[in-house]
Structure formats: structure tokens, C-alpha cells
């Protein structure tokens, strides 16, 4: 008799093995491991399987693809995905509970359907009654916008497969089930088994998908890792609920790049994309000490930023945070002030805050923290229309960062009258003037 075969998988990450663990070895999830059915395995075997034996063909004679983009009617939206829409596309939109996932999408299946296009919205979490209540909010009333009360996958294939719509979106794909496959609503293999139906349906009928995906407390979209290597787009919401201010990142896009950042405002009458991105970060204000302001870049986008550091003496051992800035990042700058300046840092805790909740993921902001610490540390107030670019080294001297004139044309639109920077610009830019630095040491001369 032939010996049973046996396939256990991890329900947090969808890892698969012969036989029953304790702790995952891909993930570290304890006592997550059950036993697949005979009928879940036919399933993994499909999904892991090639539909049919293709013969290789050179790159030179393969044809290019031109994908056609259609507009979102969200201007910020259509900045992340890399022009808009794509036809046949898969996306996958992750964030945490209340950020506005539900929110951005049934504002852009609105959009869209005002122009005539028949669009579907299908929820599995919410009635349908509330959905029209938000959609009311929004302004996002349309005869082709069709909502749809069902988390059964072959009713909503049935239904997909019976109409032309322009786009679908799934609220959430944790809610819907597969009947074949014998687990529970958003476990592994459901979530597996209905991204690949999905997939196949976006493709074969050329229908746009968007799906919104739960988060885990680790910040990561719940389902197998899978889930995000099947899906075109995978975009994250990021955003305090408790405040208007809202970042879209993508962390995928085989159309287009995944720098693009869009910044969208939450109001009463719901999500907006935000006309002005730099005023949400940084207001003009008088002096003030520890405080100064520096320029970013997200993508294209060039943001006017203000840091705020706070040096205070230590009671104990000293304490370094920050917020939006990075901490280990932080170590390094306060060693190199204590080496280089001879400050005495290591009895003072030190506290540095990026204004207006954004996350600096360059190294062009490492001279505006170090003024921002001296200011503090000395209690001397920096002048509020000098601005601060540059990336520190090791050793201590002020290295150039990219698209320096597209920063200083942004500062230059708010008033700024100065700029501390590691070389001169090659442009001319009027009514502000530019001071090179280049080592840690001239940054004194502005205390």
C-alpha cells in the first residue's frame, strides 16, 4: 500500500513541509502549521504548476507591450501608479484599519463611473446601505457604479464573467471564500486560491482589480507572501487615523516606478488629494531654537520640511528618539558631533521630530538635524529663512545630494533668502543666496 503523503503549511506565511512544525522557519510563527486536505493539495499543485509547455524565443524576436493608462480622476493616485490605471492590471492596497482604504476606492470608482463607465464595488464587510452612506459623503453617486453584497468567489467569477466592467474593487479579500477549498475566510490557502482566480479573470477579460488587503501588527499585508508576487501593484496606506494627513507608497509597479509618493488630506467630505504637499509639512514662522528646515525628495516631488531637535540634560542614561527620522542614523551624527565638535552629548538626551508626520528615507537632511542639535545644545535660534542640505559622512565633511536646483527652485517658491549646501549650484537663482560647506566644522559659523 502506498505510503500517505503529507503537506503541512504555515497559516501566517504560507510556507509548505513534510512534516508538522513547531516554529515556522520562514517567518517565526509558533504552532501555526496544519495539514493540508487532499483537495487543498490539488490546489497548491495547481498554483505551483505551469498551465502549458512554452518553447524559449529569442529577446530580439519577442514584441514590446504598451501599456495604455487610463486616469483614476485622483491626480496623487495616478501619480503613484505611474500614469493611472492599466487595463487587465491587478492591485493590492494594504494599510492599517481606518486609514482610508475603502475610502480612496470607492472615491475613484465614483470618479469613474461619473464618466460612464460601468465599474463594481464588492464588499464582504460592509452592507450595503453604509456604502451608500459614504458614498454619499464623497460625492460619489453614479447609475453605472454597482455594488455588490457577496463574499462567495464563484458568484462574484459568475457575475465578473456576465458583464463588461471597467474596474472591480474587492473590499477585502481576507472576507471572500472559495468553496473548493475546505479552510476558513482568509486563511492561506484561500487567499491564494482567490488572488489566482482574480489574476486570471483580470487578464482574460481585461477588467481592472483593485483588492484591499488587511495588515498583520507587523505593518505587512495578512495572506502568504505569494499574494504580493501575483498581483501587479502593491501600494501602501500609511496615516495616523486620528489626523487628515495621508501617504500612498507603492512597493511594486511593473508599470511604472515605486519612488512616487501621493499625499492625500482627510476632511469631512472625505479624501482629497492635497493641492499644495509641501504646505502640509512646513508652515513659515519666526525663529525659533532647534528649528530648521530642509528640502526632500519623494520621487519627482521636492518637500519643504522644518526639524525640530530638543537637547536637555540627562537625569540617568540618556535618551536618543526620534520620530521620522532614522534612529540608528541619529547615533552616527551625534558621534560625529561629540568626535568632531567636541560637544558634550553623552550627558543630554536628545529628541528630533520631522514636522507634519513624514518619514525621511535620504541622507539629505543629515546637516539640518546636526544645526537643529546645535542650536539646541547652545540655545541659539537660527534664522527662519536659511535652509539647511546636505548628506554628513563618517569623517565629517558635507557631501552634494541629487537634483539640488529642483530643491532650491522649492525653496526659493516659499522666500527663503539663504541656503547652507556642500558646493555652489551651477543655476542662478535670484533674491537667494548659497553658502558652500564643507566640512562639519562651518556649520558653526551660522550658530
Request: glycine share 8%; hydrophobic share 40%; charged share 20%.
Amino acid at each position: 500500500m502506498a505510503k500517505k503523503h503529507q503537506v503541512f503549511e504555515c497559516q501566517h506565511c504560507g510556507y509548505s513541509t513534510a512534516k508538522w512544525l513547531g516554529k515556522c522557519p520562514e517567518c517565526g510563527s509558533w504552532d501555526s502549521f496544519i495539514e493540508l486536505s487532499e483537495s487543498q493539495k490539488q490546489i497548491l499543485k495547481q498554483a505551483n504548476s505551469t498551465s502549458h509547455m512554452q518553447e524559449p524565443r529569442a529577446i530580439t524576436q519577442v514584441c514590446t507591450e504598451q501599456h495604455v493608462f487610463f486616469s483614476s480622476h485622483q491626480e496623487e493616485f495616478d501619480i503613484v501608479l505611474g500614469g493611472g490605471l492599466v487595463p487587465g492590471g491587478l492591485y493590492l492596497i494594504g494599510g492599517s484599519p481606518g486609514v482610508g482604504k475603502s475610502t480612496l476606492l470607492l472615491k475613484v470608482a465614483g470618479d469613474l463611473a461619473s464618466t460612464g463607465a460601468e465599474i463594481l464595488y464588492v464588499s464582504g464587510e460592509e452592507s450595503a446601505g453604509q456604502i451608500r452612506l459614504r458614498a454619499e459623503r464623497l460625492g460619489a453617486l453614479s447609475d453605472t457604479l454597482y455594488l455588490l453584497n457577496e463574499i462567495n468567489l464563484d458568484s462574484i467569477k459568475q457575475i465578473l464573467l456576465t458583464h463588461s466592467y471597467r474596474l472591480c474593487v474587492i473590499d477585502s479579500i481576507q472576507t471572500l471564500y472559495a468553496p473548493n477549498v475546505s479552510s476558513a475566510p482568509g486563511s492561506v490557502s484561500q487567499v491564494r486560491e482567490i488572488t489566482f482566480e482574480l489574476m486570471r479573470l483580470a487578464k482574460e477579460r481585461n477588467i481592472t482589480i483593485a483588492i484591499i488587503g488587511h495588515i498583520t501588527k507587523e505593518g505587512s499585508i495578512a495572506g502568504p507572501r505569494v499574494l504580493e508576487h501575483m498581483v501587479d501593484c502593491v501600494l501602501y496606506f500609511e496615516g495616523d487615523p486620528s489626523k487628515e494627513l495621508r501617504i500612498l507608497r507603492g512597493f511594486k509597479n511593473r508599470f511604472g516606478t515605486t519612488s512616487e509618493i501621493g499625499i492625500f488630506e482627510m476632511s469631512s467630505a472625505g479624501l482629497h488629494s492635497a493641492k499644495n504637499a509641501s504646505k502640509l509639512f512646513f508652515q513659515k514662522r519666526a525663529s525659533a531654537v532647534g528649528s530648521a528646515v530642509s528640502v526632500i525628495l519623494e520621487g519627482s516631488r521636492a518637500l519643504v520640511i522644518e526639524i525640530q531637535a530638543l537637547v536637555s540634560e540627562s537625569y540617568g542614561n540618556p535618551r536618543r528618539q526620534s520620530t521620522g527620522f532614522e534612529a540608528n542614523r541619529l547615533n552616527m551624527l551625534l558621534a560625529l558631533l561629540e568626535r568632531k565638535l567636541e560637544l558634550p552629548l553623552g550627558r543630554y538626551d536628545v529628541f528630533i521630530n520631522v514636522a507634519g508626520g513624514i518619514k525621511i528615507n535620504e541622507p539629505s537632511a543629515d546637516l539640518c538635524v546636526l544645526a537643529c542639535i546645535i542650536s539646541s545644545f547652545r540655545n541659539r535660534a537660527l534664522s527662519a529663512s536659511t535652509a539647511f542640505i546636505g548628506e554628513v559622512s563618517l569623517v565629517g565633511d558635507i557631501r552634494e545630494v541629487s537634483n539640488v536646483d529642483v530643491r532650491l527652485k522649492e525653496l526659493q517658491s516659499y522666500g527663503f533668502e539663504r541656503v547652507v549646501l556642500a558646493k555652489q549650484p551651477k543655476s542662478k537663482f535670484p533674491g537667494m543666496k548659497c553658502f558652500a560647506a564643507d566640512e562639519v566644522s562651518k556649520i558653526l559659523e551660522w550658530m
